[in-house]
């Protein structure tokens, strides 16, 4: 037995022996893990293949090709980094072009997004649940529309994951394309929105009007029940519930016991997790729907100012 004397700038092996063995066990016939190469220690070495090779085979000069290995090296540290951009539980409209590899089963949504980002044709992909298939594109759908069923076409029962690759500042823009062709879609669906009610209210009386204003009398068990009135064409009455963290039977007996405890909304913000926002959001919403409430009330997204307020734990801030 022996023990290494201390020494400065230790090599990795003999600290790796003095970590895991103890600095006074005996080493020596103990080998070190070999490291992992790097992309960039990778890389060197295969420039200076590149150049010994090239004067061996006087081919080149040795200043030509110290040249070469640095513009090879120089290109590849150049090279615009690929991202995607995720989009669970949306269906793109189909892109331009099929790129390499489209069709292999993947998976889930991430897998094939991963598969996109690692082809360099490929620069939207969409999973399909029902068959595990990853289909890419080389070009993305204008605008990041999503599908439209055709006129003859059935809705399917399938789950669908989204992605969009390329690289980071393609990827920028298109996303802000995207925003704005989104935007101006949901502005134009508000003021068509708008218009109808102008429309109506200038058809209504006075009485009918109030029918908007106030609750009315309900043995339903909802939180709040609106019935407009008969005269108002195609007006439904509102089902209004709690809570953002699960339905609340209130007075209907039927539906006691029923309800799903989900967590509270503070810990769904906690995760910064926009899918497992939307799953959380999507369940809640099934139940409700299945219930009969048409209104959710919630959830809450304000200043908490004082943290032990009862309903703290229902924001999302």
Known sequence: RHTHPPRENMPVSASYRQIVLGADSAVDDVPAPRQRPSWRRTLVAAAATAVVAGVALHRTSPSAAFSAARDIARADEEKPPRACIELPG?????????????????????????RCRSEASCGQAVFSSGNSDCYMFKKVAPGLQEYKLGKNETPS?????????????????????????????????????????????????????????????????????????????????????????????????????TSTQYPSLLTVAATFNPAAAR?????????????????????????TRVGSTGRSFETLS
């Open 157 to 257: 029962k399938d789950v669908f994951d989204s992605a969009v690759c390329g690289e980071v500042e393609e990827l920028a823009v298109a996303q802000a394309e995207a925003r704005k062709t989104k935007v101006a879609a949901v502005k134009k669906s508000w003021d068509e929105a708008e218009a109808r009610a102008d429309k109506l209210l200038k058809t209504l009386q006075l009485n009918d009007k109030l029918t908007l204003t106030h609750g009315s009398a309900s043995q339903s068990g909802f939180a709040g029940y609106l019935a407009p009135s008969w005269a108002i064409t195609g007006a439904k009455p509102l089902t209004m519930n709690d809570g953002p963290q699960g339905f609340n039977p209130y007075t209907d007996p039927a539906l006691a016991g």
């Open 279 to 303: 799953r959380y959001a999507g369940a809640i919403v099934e139940e409700f729907v299945g219930k009969g409430s048409n209104t959710l009330l919630g959830p809450d997204l304000e200043v």
């Open 90 to 114: 949306v269906r793109l409209q189909n892109g331009a072009g099929t790129a390499d590899g489209s069709g292999k089963k993947a998976k889930d949504g991430p897998d094939c997004a991963a």
